[in-house]
């Protein structure tokens, strides 16, 4: 197993821009989710996904949609990209909602100026 | 979820045991006690949780206090590789607000050789 994946591992986008940030789990696992850690700070929660089709908001979702048209995949996307969002962002899953252990991908550095 | 408080750094050398506290004093009855590491540039990385009682695994034991109000996550013989900032996170079993983990700044632990 892969396990979590994410793509790209460093991006440097321009004020205003859009991307998307791709995570993968090749586990079955239901529960996936977005953080996003800032220099010092511990990880804050963006929006999680129960399962296929159902997302919810997180701690801070403002700036950020996400979709999950299929278990494997969770991606997260920057509608239009500002120094704020400047941080590194981290995939995780765990196998359901109820399991304590969850696993966390490598994580994208996101560089915005 | 309730908070925990965890002192910021901790040292401690090569292949001696290290103790790393963390304070929850308004936890509530239904919350797990879980500890999560992240190494350098890596994603946080699950190590242990509990309830109650104490627990052990191939990585670490947890020791939590009688009234719950405290825990001790316990490295029996630190290695180079344990060097890592350490999250002690609450969960309620419930999940009832739908939300994740809360991860907060964690202590950094360094390693001596």
């Known amino acids: 197993n892969a396990g979590v994946t994410q793509t790209p591992k460093f991006q440097v986008l321009k004020t205003g821009q859009s991307m998307t940030l791709q995570c993968a789990q090749d586990?079955?696992?239901?529960?996936m989710s977005w953080y996003r850690q800032d220099p010092g700070m511990g990880l804050r929660l963006i929006h999680y996904?129960?399962?296929?089709?159902?997302?919810d908001q997180g701690e801070v979702p403002n700036g950020y949609n996400v979709s999950r048209s299929t278990t494997e995949d969770f991606p997260l996307r920057l509608l239009s990209a500002a120094p704020s969002q400047t941080s590194v962002y981290f995939c995780?899953?765990?196998?359901?909602?109820?399991?304590?252990?969850?696993?966390f991908g490598p994580g994208t550095r996101l560089t915005v100026t | 979820d309730a908070k925990t408080t965890q002192p910021n750094s901790m040292e401690s050398n090569e292949e001696e045991p290290v103790h790393l506290p963390c304070n929850h004093s308004?936890?509530?009855?239904?919350?797990?006690i879980h500890w999560y590491r992240q190494l350098p540039s890596q994603g946080p990385e699950y190590v242990i949780h509990?309830?109650?009682s104490n627990v052990n695994n191939r990585m670490a034991s947890l020791a939590i206090a009688e009234d719950r109000k405290s825990s001790t996550l316990i490295l029996h013989r630190a290695t180079l590789r344990d060097a890592a900032v350490y999250y002690c996170i609450l969960r309620d079993v419930g999940f009832s607000n739908g939300q994740n983990f809360v991860f907060g700044p964690g202590t950094r632990l360094s390693v001596l050789p």
């Open positions: 509990g309830l109650t």
């Open positions: 586990m079955n696992h239901e529960y």
């Open positions: 308004t936890i509530s009855g239904t919350d797990y």
């Open positions: 995780a899953s765990s196998q359901n909602r109820g399991r304590l252990e969850q696993y």
């Open positions: 996904s129960v399962g296929a089709g159902i997302t």
